[in-house]
């Protein structure tokens, strides 16, 4: 949830009472440290991969977000061979930081709010010195919420928050008896993973105002329509982010620097002679010999293991043998982003905030540069998702920039007169992503959950998908990928439970 509706909510009219305990998250933390906690990085070259005769265990791992760096930065601090090999010119894969879109300042074209509970992120932050700086702007100001082409005043807004209060808590309840780590093993799993998040809203009957609040909400965050987002899905990120504290904390940070710079801290910590850029796996071979991987500049490769680190929506562009099962594919929500670079924070002038919320074709509205110094410019993010992202990627792009003109303008009528030019990201048109956030579809946990989480023999799974208390999200993807190295290296004896 990019500056949830709820969260801004929250934040005007108060915090609620946390549903699980702090512990919950500290314990999180910790286990996200043992991961990190494996010494430091030694050196190790390329050569094993080609030649064979390997000094050190050997494992490759396939691209270079979030993920696939956890892993390798934790892989070679247990004193494996790691290879990164990554198709873009870059690290970071849906996290890229932009400096060239508004005067002096930078924004995030990806992923962008880091969590207070989020542990992973904060480990690493503190491991490389990284400062991360609240993200909220001024909450005394007013904040357009438009639903149904109408701005909600302050009275009608806090009663929609009530009622989402009321609808939220049947989900930090019901979390509680969640196994966030492998929900699959939770009491009655099964039941609630064939459950939609449809389901749950249909049965909470909140009011049409705040049904149509809830589902902006949940379909902005998820990329698809409720009746794609699995009911365990979101139990297990709500018990993950720590209950009533998943609706309120999940996006108070950003990274001071850029969350780019965490991508280019871990790169430079596993060694820039261990990450292969410009360079597209185009096939996997697993065998009892172990892994054999080709590029598409034809290089090939062998190693004792392989890691998948990219979305699932591309791994079709890989070929891979044996075969996947059939059904392992899991859901990728679809996000595009718009973000446009203003002369100032003209919305101040008339005492609002960039924060705005609709449930047409902009879901989620904020300043891109808020807690940035500098009065002469800024920039206005615009989120949308699922439906929202359809409606957007169909407008020609003649007229794209038309259109968002006419939206803002809804909310803020001096935006016209203000901007100054804007970077529209589709996320899904990428075609090293082909979608925005994960967001587990009813029956996947079941159906795939424990072999993503164990991986196929020598093949592994690393991704913002396989990690479930903290799915879609930097979060998940750096959690992920230090469990996996984990766990290999448990399995490998280099660490002991
Ligand atoms: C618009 C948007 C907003 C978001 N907002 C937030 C937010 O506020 N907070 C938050 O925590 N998260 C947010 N996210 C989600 C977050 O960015 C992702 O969950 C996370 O970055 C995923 O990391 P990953 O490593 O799993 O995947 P990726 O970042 O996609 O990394 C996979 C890598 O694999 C590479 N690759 C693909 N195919 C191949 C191949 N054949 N060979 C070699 N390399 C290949 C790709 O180039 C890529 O670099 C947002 C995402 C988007 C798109």
Not at 63 to 71: E, N, R, T, V
């Amino acid at each position: 949830m990019n500056q949830s509706f709820y969260w801004r909510l929250a934040r005007r009219y108060g915090e609620r009472e946390a549903g699980l305990s702090r512990r919950t998250v500290l314990k999180a933390a910790m286990a996200a440290g043992g991961a990190l906690l494996l010494g430091a990085c030694g050196s190790s070259p390329v050569d094993p991969f080609v030649q064979g005769s390997p000094s050190a265990r050997r494992v490759i791992v396939i691209g270079a977000g979030f993920a696939g760096l956890s892993c390798a930065y934790a892989l070679r601090s247990a004193g494996y061979a790691v290879l990164v090999i990554e198709a873009r010119d870059r690290v970071g894969g849906r996290v890229i930081t932009l400096s060239d879109v508004a005067e002096g300042k930078i924004v995030e074209g990806g992923g962008e709010f880091v969590g207070k509970n989020h542990p992973t992120w904060q480990a690493y932050a503190r491991l490389f010195g990284l400062e991360l700086q609240d993200a909220t702007e001024d909450e005394n100001l007013e904040k357009p919420l438009c639903l149904e082409g109408k701005t909600l005043d302050a009275d009608a807004a806090r009663k929609l928050y009530q009622e989402m209060t009321e609808a939220l808590a049947t989900l930090d309840s019901a979390a509680e008896v969640v196994n966030a780590d492998e929900p699959w093993k939770s009491a009655e799993a099964a039941v609630m993973d064939s459950r939609t998040m449809a389901d749950w809203l249909a049965w909470v009957n909140p009011s049409p105002l705040a049904k149509r609040a809830l589902r902006a909400e949940l379909e902005a965050r998820g990329g698809v329509g409720l009746k794609k987002q699995s009911y365990l899905g979101q139990l297990a990120l709500v018990k993950g982010g720590g209950g009533s504290k998943y609706w309120t904390e999940s996006e108070a940070w950003r990274a001071k620097g850029g969350n780019q710079s965490l991508a280019t801290k871990l790169y430079e910590a596993i060694g820039a002679a261990h990450v292969m850029l410009k360079t597209r796996v185009v096939s996997v071979v697993t065998g009892n010999q172990g892994v054999f991987i080709t590029t598409d500049n034809g290089q090939r490769f062998m190693a004792e293991d392989v890691v998948l680190a990219t979305p699932a929506s591309v791994w079709s562009k890989i070929r891979l043998a044996p075969e996947l099962p059939e059904k392992l594919l899991p859901q990728i929500g679809s996000h595009v982003k718009y973000i446009s670079a203003v002369r100032r924070r003209f919305w101040k002038d008339v005492g609002m905030t960039a924060r705005g919320l609709t449930d047409g074709p902009i879901n989620q509205m904020w300043e891109a540069t808020s807690g940035q110094s500098g009065e002469h410019s800024a920039a206005l993010a615009c989120l949308s998702g699922g439906n929202a992202a359809a409606k957007v990627r169909a407008i020609p792009e003649a007229q794209r920039d038309a259109f968002f003109a006419a939206e803002i303008s809804k909310a803020f009528a001096d935006y016209g007169e203000n901007r100054l030019g804007a970077r529209y990201l589709d996320w899904t048109g990428d075609v090293l992503a082909r979608g925005g956030r994960c967001v587990a579809a009813p029956g996947e946990i079941m159906a795939m959950g424990e072999t993503l989480y164990h991986g196929i023999g020598r093949l592994h799974f690393a991704g913002d998908f396989a990690c479930w208390k903290f799915a879609g999200s930097m979060e998940g993807a750096l959690n992920s990928g230090a469990s996996v190295a984990q766990r290999m290296a448990l399995r490998d004896g280099v660490i002991r439970a």
